[in-house]
């Protein structure tokens, strides 16, 4: 259930933040994605090794999509969106092994990612 709320956060945000988008020609779009690069805050190791690869999957979605969430790419953000869904799905077997520091140390994590996809 945390995990579900955690992730339906960020998915929210990210949706909160997306709006009528401008044309920018390409020149300038490459230097443009150079500054939407997302600072990724560390992450958490956990006990359990699926739990560490579970999450680095998600950090990679992130890596991957958050670019285009902070420059409010509709058809991207809702790729993202679409991909967490999944990931969120398999996430669901592992959460439960965290003990409750890790847990929060899991909300932490996720409060902060959803922090640097703010536009």
Known sequence: MMLSLMA???LALGASS???QEVVPPQQEAELQENREVMM???PKFANEEA???????TNLVKEYGPAVKANDVA??????SKVNEWQQGAVAWI????AEEQTKLQEYMQK?????KP
């Open 8 to 10: 339906t956060g960020i």
């Open 18 to 20: 997306v709006q009528a």
């Open 41 to 43: 805050p560390e992450q």
């Open 52 to 58: 560490n690869k579970g999450l680095s999957e998600f």
């Open 76 to 81: 991207k953000s809702q790729e993202f969106s």
């Open 96 to 99: 439960s092994s965290l003990s």
């Open 113 to 117: 990612v959803g922090e640097t996809l």
